[in-house]
């Protein structure tokens, strides 16, 4: 029995899914959203702030500033009032309302970035230019910066990777959305060195350039870049699959009418891995997915009518993927 007196001390490492009723394909998806912060970002965080505080760069009266979509920031939000730091978040309008909320109530700032997402450097380049202002205006700022951190890599290396590898012994295929791509290459590094080869297989957005692509607009939050991700080493990743968002669409409200429901970024890597399986001969193979959050976020836009039919059209879901809350609109 898990007894603890700082939020960010429980995280369930041992949670798997079998998709194989679902999608018809031998695939287990590691769910990562048991935590107080509701999603794998509390590993990263946990991780950067400890070395922040082991380098003396944190330190009491420090502020802490991040750029993130939301999953990170709801997880320094907890880490922050947990320990007694002040946080302020940069982000842009792709947050959900409901991660804005969770981040204030635990005491955070927002800052809402506007910007042009066709600009060189999109979004992205915006939310980072206002960080770098604020930093220079400020030397409280303290900018943990997951984009290059190697900490963000290394709380996968230590915890997400190992917990796997104790699971499946015989792991033929990993699947891992990048965003950062801290969870892809902390995996990778491990799995590089582990007893025996395992496929890493990438799974990123249409519209994302992390891996060469041309950017285009992209509305779910947590994968994809428009900026190329620092930590990026492609010589660690096998193979990338792009999703399209109508097919994250898809895979969400399908797992959501068997009653999982998941964050956006987990149906764009179960759309991906259960694309890759079909292409290949897969009877045999023992394949693992990460999850990374939970789908409640989402109610407000990818489990809603309207967002949904505004964005991708009427025919995105046929009726047979409806969500119950779909069918009663
Ligand atoms: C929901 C969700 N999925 C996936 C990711 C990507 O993880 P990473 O940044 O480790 O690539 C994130 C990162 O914020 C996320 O919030």
């Given at each position: 029995m898990p007894v603890i007196?700082?939020?960010?001390d429980f995280n369930e490492e041992e949670l798997y899914v079998d998709?194989?009723?679902?999608?018809?394909?031998?695939?287990?998806?590691?769910?990562?959203?048991f935590n107080f912060a509701g999603s794998i970002k509390l590993k990263a965080a946990t991780e950067m702030v400890a070395l922040a505080e082991r380098d003396g760069v944190l330190r009491p009266g420090s502020i802490l500033v991040e750029s993130s979509s939301g999953n990170l920031g709801v997880a320094l939000?907890?880490?922050?009032?947990?320990?007694g730091y002040r946080f302020r978040c940069v982000t842009d309008f792709r947050c959900n309302l409901s991660t804005r909320q969770l981040m204030e109530t635990l005491g955070s700032q927002v800052d809402i970035i506007?910007?042009?997402?066709?600009?060189?450097?999109?979004?992205?380049?915006?939310?980072?230019?206002?960080?770098?202002?604020?930093?220079?205006?400020?030397?409280?700022?303290?900018w943990l910066n997951q984009y290059t951190n190697p900490g963000n890599g290394m709380a996968h290396y230590r915890t997400t990777a190992p917990a796997i590898a104790r699971q499946f012994p015989r792991l033929d295929v990993l699947f891992v959305g990048a965003g950062t791509t801290g969870?892809?290459?902390?995996?990778a590094r491990y799995f590089w060195e582990w007893h025996r080869p395992?496929?890493?297989v990438a799974v990123d957005s249409v519209g994302s350039v992390t891996f060469g692509g041309a950017p285009g607009r992209r509305s779910i939050p947590g994968l994809g870049t428009s900026v190329r991700p620092p930590l990026l080493d492609d010589s660690y990743v096998d193979e990338v699959v792009l999703?399209?968002?109508a097919d994250t669409i898809r895979a969400c409200h399908r797992l959501a009418r068997r009653g999982f429901l998941f964050g956006g970024s987990t149906g764009t890597v179960v759309s991906g891995a259960t694309g890759w399986l079909a292409q290949h001969d897969a009877r045999e193979l023992t394949a693992v997915a990460i999850a990374p959050d939970l789908g409640e976020r989402y109610l407000d836009t990818i489990y809603q009518t309207d967002w949904v039919r505004d964005l991708y059209g009427a025919d995105v879901l046929s009726s047979d993927e409806l969500t119950a809350g779909t069918l009663a609109a």
């Open positions: 007196s700082t939020p960010q998709l194989r009723s679902i999608f018809g394909h031998p695939l287990v998806l590691k769910c990562e959203g939000s907890m880490i922050a009032a947990s320990k506007t910007a042009d997402p066709d600009a060189i450097g999109g979004l992205l380049g915006a939310r980072l230019d206002y960080v770098r202002a604020l930093c220079a205006s400020d030397d409280r700022y303290v969870t892809l290459m902390g995996c395992v496929r890493i999703v399209e968002e």
